[in-house]
């Protein structure tokens, strides 16, 4: 199982050129189920060998434990994956994986900041100090162009074009697309780029490619040093806690959508493979619906 195990995780590196977040979850998924069929069987018994029936009461220990649907469902995936490829590497006659079915799952609508709230939280970076013009350029290019963290953190001085505000971002699976940039983004990392070498360590870039934001050794930005400067401006503020470099994501979404924009256009800009992804984000507030409600409905109004 283990050997199988690591020719698909090079399979996903090398053939999938998945990112090193999705091989780690994937290596997790399958670490997990190998520590349980070792503890339930003696050991772990190879892919070939495993049934449908050992993986059903494995995703009902997974129940048990208290895990979400969610990430029931994930995991599930996972096998479904492992189980595929190890059918096609002649691992295993069939997919022992095919037959289960997810958990049904309940779809939360995502947090996101009220227009108000994000005006307050771009406005907390200082605007006289070198890592705070970083901070709000960071804060301004995340709402502005909608990314993932792991989008931002990976932008490189190369990818801008401010004069057109465009910005190439890779995403999942490494895909490329050019994302907009607004107005006070491109002003704010105008800003930034004026003092980005001016560092408190004073110490000047020393990646290649350059990266666009920088932390004060000059190096990258990661996405947990991102979550960690969101987290200082959401005390600072006394904005919702639970907020995360995403939530600016939701929020962009949930605007564009608020305020008139196409899903189809959306999902464009978010660089979702399938609308039903972006689908989450046509929720309403309720007065939005009551004022499209007494717009559009003949017999809304009295008389």
């Known amino acids: 199982m283990q050997a199988a195990t690591n020719r698909f995780l090079r399979y996903l590196r090398i053939e999938r050129n998945c990112s090193d977040l999705t091989i780690k979850s994937y290596r997790e998924d399958l670490l997990i189920l190998q520590e349980y069929l070792t503890e339930t069987m003696g050991s772990c018994p190879a892919p070939g060998k ?3 029936r050992d993986l059903r009461t494995y995703v009902a220990a997974l129940h048990e434990a208290g895990y979400a649907k969610s990430s029931v469902a994930r995991r599930l995936a996972s096998l479904r994956s492992f189980f595929r490829f190890s059918q096609r590497e002649g691992l295993c006659d069939t997919n022992p994986a095919k037959p289960l079915r997810n958990p049904r799952r ?10 108000a709230q994000i005006g307050k939280l771009l406005a907390a970076p200082p605007k006289d100090q070198p890592l705070g013009l970083r901070d709000r ?13 792991s989008e931002l953190v990976g932008i490189n001085m190369e990818d801008l074009d401010l004069d057109d505000g465009l910005v190439r971002v890779r995403g999942k699976g490494k895909k490329e697309r050019l994302a907009p940039l607004g107005s006070h983004a491109i002003r704010a990392i105008r800003k930034w780029n004026r ?5 408190p360590s004073g110490k000047p870039p020393v990646e290649s490619p350059t990266p666009l934001f920088l932390n004060k050794f000059g190096n990258r930005l990661t996405t947990r040093s991102v979550a960690r400067m969101l987290e200082k401006y959401l005390k600072q503020t006394g904005l919702d806690l639970r907020t995360s470099p995403h939530t600016l994501r939701h929020s962009f979404a949930t ?3 608020d305020r008139g924009a196409d899903i189809r ?8 493979k399938s609308l039903v992804t972006t689908q989450i984000y046509t929720h309403l507030s309720t007065a939005g619906l009551r004022k499209a409600y007494e717009k559009a409905h003949p017999r809304a109004r009295q008389a």
């Open 137 to 149: 350029a960071m804060l301004e290019t995340l709402y502005s162009a909608g990314l993932r963290v």
């Open 106 to 115: 309940e779809r939360k609508l995502p947090h996101f900041l009220s227009g």
């Open 195 to 199: 003092v980005r070498t001016s560092l």
């Open 265 to 272: 256009s959306v999902q464009e800009l978010l660089g979702h």
């Open 255 to 257: 605007h564009l959508l």
């Open 50 to 52: 495993i049934t449908p």
